[in-house]
């Protein structure tokens, strides 16, 4: 029954042999884009039975419009036409593009589900979504359960993506995980960070913490005064353009291979741009209003440690890729703390001593990667085991 529909309708086809080309060619790019851009097929989840149906189908047509009743004649013939046709050319380039784009964009899915260093992309949203927020504990943190019990010196890392392991597949190898490794039994290290909280929140969520921590380790980056820059003109964020038209924004939002060719390669190699993002976020630091605010909020965070007997660390980053010309934030911020009486673990030496491409994300993405986690823990057990400040 199905042979005697399907059979006259494919020999029809390729008695025409550019139409029966371009028809293979729209399933071919129509019905496995539609099944990437709605189903997101990414590294680090699994696939739905209904995803993997679908797919089946889609396999299933094609190889029945390839050779559902294909002889060596038909062959023959098709190739002679094809051979005399103008189109042939143009078929033959337009197929190359399009096995080339899905041979890229499944590689990309598959090895490059990674994180930027703004949150712009779409590999960006997919990372969190397969490695972040899928993994959170029962507090609402990606982290492991907080330990309870008697003898257990609690140790909190409060901040943002810095702390929560922005870009790290591995919670393990993050440094609030690495660092709870060396302080051995008897210490639980809790994380207290989402990406994107700056000073404003930071003391709100520790109070909301269940577990009263014995020491905290506040981890600070030069962005997390971003609160106080709101308006467009000083927004570091607004320095990077987004797409207008709706259809090349749909299509570079769904698409990881024009994603990364417009964010990656158009919007952060940009010398300008960057420069001027961590210049906005320096000068920010000098800037006597802005910093008078900062201030006040740090020293909250001082107070209520104070008040609550608990010891306070600051964990300190400059701009990875750009240490010396972070310094002057660096510098700022380390000094109001270490006038506060709290111990303060400036990253910026041992990242210039430990020069390594690990020390970031990736190219597109400056925070911590796996060597500066290890290099953030080390520095910070050192710490803790010495007498404070």
């Keep these: 029954m199905i042979k005697r ?3 006259p309708l ?9 139409i029966y080309w371009w028809v293979i060619l729209l399933y071919f790019t129509v019905g496995l884009g539609a099944w990437m851009a709605g189903f997101q097929p990414t590294n680090g989840r699994w696939l739905t039975p209904l995803e993997l149906i679908l797919l089946a189908l889609w396999i299933v047509g094609l190889l029945v419009l390839l050779t559902f009743d294909f002889d060596t004649e038909q062959a023959r013939r098709i190739a002679a036409r094809l051979g005399k046709s103008k189109w042939t050319g143009v ?3 337009l197929t190359t593009i399009a096995i080339l784009f899905f041979a890229a964009e499944t590689y990309m899915r598959i090895f490059y589900v990674t994180t930027d260093g703004y949150g712009f992309t779409a590999m960006n949203y997919h990372w969190y979504q397969n490695f972040y927020w899928g993994h959170y504990n029962s507090v609402g943190y990606r982290d492991y359960e907080p330990q309870t019990g008697e003898g257990i010196t609690h140790v909190a890392v409060l901040g943002d993506s810095f702390a929560m392991g922005h870009g790290i597949n591995d919670i393990d190898a993050t440094f609030p995980q690495l660092l ?10 809790n994380v207290i960070a989402q990406s994107g909280w700056d000073t404003d929140i930071e003391l709100y969520q520790l109070q909301q913490y269940p577990i009263k921590p014995d020491i905290v380790i506040l981890s600070y980056y030069l962005n997390d005064i971003d609160y106080l820059l709101q308006a467009p003109e000083l927004n570091p964020d607004s320095r990077f353009d987004f797409p207008d038209n709706p259809a090349l924004s749909w299509f570079i939002l769904n698409y990881f291979v024009p994603n990364y060719i417009y964010y990656n390669l158009l919007q952060f190699t940009s010398v300008d741009r960057n420069s001027n993002f961590l210049l906005d976020l320096v000068n920010a630091h ?3 209003s802005y910093w008078s605010e900062q201030a006040q909020r740090l020293y909250e965070i001082k107070v209520w440690a104070d008040q609550n007997n608990v010891r306070l660390i600051m964990l300190l980053w400059p701009h990875i890729t750009a240490v010396d010309a972070s310094a002057p934030a660096v510098r700022q911020v380390g000094n109001f ?3 506060q009486g709290v111990t303060v673990v400036d990253m910026s030496e041992p990242i210039k001593a430990n020069p390594s491409a690990g020390l970031i994300v990736n190219r597109f993405d400056t925070h911590p990667g796996v060597v ?3 290099l953030a823990a080390d520095a910070l057990y ?7 400040e």
């Design 286 to 288: 000098t800037n006597e």
């Design 337 to 339: 703390m270490r006038q």
């Design 91 to 93: 078929l033959i380039t």
């Design 180 to 189: 709870e490794h060396e302080l051995g039994q008897g210490y639980d290290v």
């Design 10 to 18: 494919i020999r029809a086809l390729r008695r025409r042999p550019v």
């Design 372 to 374: 500066a986690q290890r």
């Design 5 to 7: 529909i399907v059979s």
């Design 382 to 388: 050192a710490a803790i085991q010495a007498e404070p």
